[in-house]
């Protein structure tokens, strides 16, 4: 007799696929569902997608692909020793996963705050954060995979002296 897929697992746990399995093929058979898997290939990444200097941003998962979903994904591409300008991506989140490199992310009010990811990260930007990548290698970009919680990108360049105090009592900044 043949082995099922589940055979391994834990009954409970094989159970709970079985469920989800029957949940998912039902769910995929409904009229109008979208049952179909999309697969972009690196040579039909867009850099038609909004862009912040010194940075180079590719859409994959977007409708531009004829790719209906409630995200937006892509990679994003900072060579060495350069920045990006100081932005947003307004009510979006971010989620990004860093493929390879290092990089330092700045942000706060006045990008007082710092931390340095690498390969193998996570890195959650809130929305609305005003935020600035930095590529400290002299030799390798970094690269990341990101994924936003919207369909359509948001990037909101803000200038470049936006964290330069210019009033010695400082007020809160609307983005």
């Not at 867009?46 to 200097?53: K, L």
């Not at 970009?141 to 200038?159: A, C, D, G, M, Q």
Request: proline share 9%; charged share 20%; net charge negative.
């Amino acid at each position: 007799m043949g082995r099922k897929p589940n055979d391994s697992l834990p009954r409970p746990i094989a159970d709970a696929f079985a469920v989800q399995g029957e949940a998912a093929i039902e769910a995929a058979s409904q009229p109008g569902s979208n049952s179909t898997i999309s697969i972009v290939h690196p040579v039909e990444l867009s850099t038609e997608t909004q862009q912040t200097s010194g940075s180079l941003r590719m859409s994959a998962i977007t409708a531009m692909h004829g790719i209906v979903s409630s995200l937006w994904a892509g990679l994003f591409v900072v060579e060495p020793a350069a920045k990006t300008g100081i932005h947003h991506h307004g009510e979006q989140d971010t989620v990004v996963y860093v493929l390879e490199g290092e990089a330092t992310v700045r942000w706060g009010d006045f990008g007082e705050h710092s931390a340095t990811v690498g390969a193998g990260d996570f890195l959650h930007v809130p929305s609305w954060l005003p935020h600035q990548e930095l590529n400290p290698s002299k030799e390798q970009p970094f690269r990341w995979v990101v994924v936003r919680s919207t369909p359509e990108p948001i990037v909101v360049n803000l200038p470049d002296d936006f964290w330069t105090p210019t009033d010695p009592d400082p007020i809160e900044r609307k983005c």
